[in-house]
């Protein structure tokens, strides 16, 4: 080794040991005292956040006073014959005017007269409620109110009318964004509020909720400094002043580390830019040399990461030819990324699409069956590809509207018609229970036509059995769809009833195929309705269930009760056949004397 060299790489070694000495002693000076000074800063924040608190709470206890002193809010709870609407209409103006969150308000008892956030709610006891218990005790209470996941501090007053306690008022206001970000602009830090660990502010600064609960765990652990959206925080939390319910809810207060040591590593950066520029001189030969290889070898880090960032663009690479060689490995690799992302969100698209639909589907099933002179048991099972089943009951005075059916394809648009369907037969036997089934068709049609070929401009239709059943054991039905099946109590025997109607949204006039059949059962006949989910559903041989297949599991158990014959179709279409290709939909119904429709 040449004299120069050695003479060149000692003195390299000594500057580079002494400013590294010197940045490490620095460096190590800035971040104590800073730690020391942020500590300091928490605790203000703290206070800070409690005075806060205690300001709001202040203003709602103002807030329920006035309120609790309004004639008007007295006066409807005081009184027993004041119509419903007229409280919710009182409700609704005081605490549109207090831009409330909570309004509620409570009889003597504790229980609910009415909410401001669910107008039908009522009749039931809040008296467990701390807030609503000590203010009845002992006129005013503050608190927390959590509700849907939320969080609201909030504050009661007692209703009093004249001398007699007639109940209470509990009003507040959200622990939401607007308040944490004051917070956070009077101390200069976060402030999250958590319910259970779970935040349910606004958070800032790239910091996730699901980092939330884990950072909250080890504070109470005793950790003084946590890790959030890839910063270090000190951080302090403090319980909800008031709250003794069975939640645990805490305001997270946060002073950002990095944020206050920003400077001091600066600083530190362009002290080891100057250590840097100290031994760029020793470097300026070996970079030239290695000039003509590093130019290809930046590109392609370069190429990769453009690729990283979604630049999926092809890009020739120079130099030799292995370089060359990996850029063309590295375009090819980029065109099967694209590829695989667009069919990801093809994917994706018809999943959150199906899952749309099966929501659609199983949300309007009726979840009461039952009907004076019936007894009734329904039974959906969906396919893997969501299709257009649709069953429903809708009982009246002297019988009930019964209707199943199936729309035609699958997907969100067979779950739309199908909802236009339920909406539409519901709204129009409610309003005419005693319509003629033909004059339902008629007018469901023409909506129907319109909605699905004009607006959604599909290619839907639709086959359903909409069906009047009275007391007497008579069903007049229209429409058009799968034959029913009756077992005869008298005889012992199974039939198939027809259905010769027409189909929905086929063609806007129907007048001259919409047709009224009329059915009589008598006591203890079943009648069998389905899809053509069930008896066309194949077993590996390609053989359909078809009605034979129901037809033998209803003689065999025709006396048992109707859930048990549901059940027991359902069990041998799929033995028959595992895999369901299409919906399949069952309603079993027998026909009892007054009196005798609980099975």
């Known amino acids: 080794m040449k004299l120069r060299t050695t003479v060149f790489l000692w003195v390299l070694v000594l500057v580079v040991a002494i400013l590294g000495a010197a940045i490490g002693t620095i460096a190590i000076v800035f971040d104590r005292s800073t730690r020391a000074r942020v500590a300091e800063e928490l605790v203000r924040s703290r206070e800070v956040a409690l005075d806060l608190h205690a300001n709001r709470q ?290 994706e698209r018809l999943a959150r699409e199906l899952e749309i639909a099966a929501r659609i589907q199983t949300s309007i099933l009726p979840r009461n069956l039952e009907v004076d002179g019936l007894q009734i048991a329904a039974k959906m099972v969906t396919a893997t590809e969501v299709g257009g089943d649709y069953y429903d009951v809708v009982a009246f005075e002297d019988g009930a509207w019964i209707a199943v059916g199936d729309v035609s394809g699958h997907g969100l648009t067979a779950g739309l018609v199908m909802m236009m369907v339920q909406t539409g037969v519901a709204t129009l036997v409610r309003a005419q229970p005693d319509a003629s089934p033909k004059n339902v068709i008629r007018a469901l049609n023409t909506v129907l036509y319109e909605n699905v070929h004009d607006r959604l401009e599909a290619e839907r239709h639709m086959t359903l059995s909409l069906l009047r059943y009275r007391r007497g054991g008579d069903i007049v039905v229209a429409g058009a769809h799968m034959d029913a099946i009756v077992w005869r109590a008298a005889t012992g025997t199974t039939e198939l009833l027809g259905t010769p109607g027409t189909f929905l949204a086929i063609t806007q006039d129907i007048d001259q195929i919409n047709h009224e059949s009329s059915w009589q059962l008598g006591a203890d006949d079943l009648l069998i309705l389905l899809t053509d989910g069930v008896t066309e559903a194949e077993d590996a041989a390609g053989t359909p269930f078809d009605y034979r297949g129901v037809t033998q599991v209803v003689e065999a158990l025709a006396t048992e009760p109707v859930e048990k014959i549901r059940d027991a179709v359902f069990s041998a279409l799929l033995h028959h056949s595992p895999t369901l290709a299409d919906d399949a939909t069952i309603m079993v119904l027998r026909y009892v004397a007054r009196g005798k429709t609980d099975t």
């Open 58 to 347: 202040s203003l709602h206890e103002q807030e329920c006073r006035v309120v609790a002193e309004e004639p008007r809010l007295k006066a409807v709870v005081a009184t027993e014959d004041v119509a419903r609407e007229t409280i919710l209409d009182a409700v609704r103006t005081l605490a549109t005017t207090l831009d409330a969150g909570v309004f509620v308000i409570v009889d003597a008892e504790g229980k609910l007269i009415a909410d401001s956030a669910a107008p039908d709610a009522e009749g039931f006891s809040l008296a467990d409620r701390p807030v609503v218990a000590k203010a009845l005790e002992t006129g005013a209470h503050a608190g927390l109110w959590i509700a849907d996941g939320k969080a609201y501090q909030v504050q009661g007053c007692r209703l009093e009318f004249g001398a007699r306690v007639v109940g209470a008022l509990v009003v507040g206001h959200a622990l939401d964004d607007a308040f944490s970000n004051t917070v956070s602009k009077h101390t200069g830090g976060e402030m999250i509020v958590a319910i259970d660990g779970v935040p349910v502010t606004q958070l800032t600064s790239d910091i996730t909720a699901a980092e939330v609960p884990k950072a909250i765990e080890q504070i109470r652990a005793g950790a003084r400094e946590v890790t959030l959206g890839d910063a270090t925080w000190f951080a302090q939390l403090v319980p909800v002043p008031g709250y003794q319910g069975e939640h645990k809810a805490d305001y997270l207060i946060l002073r950002s580390i990095d944020a206050a040591l920003a400077p001091a590593r600066r600083i530190v950066r362009i002290l080891l830019l100057v250590l840097a520029g100290a031994a760029l001189a020793t470097l300026l030969l070996a970079l030239t040399l290695a000039r003509r290889l590093s130019r290809p070898i930046d590109a392609l880090v370069a190429r990769t990461q453009a690729i990283a960032r979604g630049d999926l663009t092809a890009r020739p690479i120079g130099g030799p030819t292995e370089v060359q060689s990996l850029g063309v490995a590295m375009d090819r690799m980029a065109l099967e990324i694209d590829e695989s992302r667009k069919q990801l969100a093809d994917k």
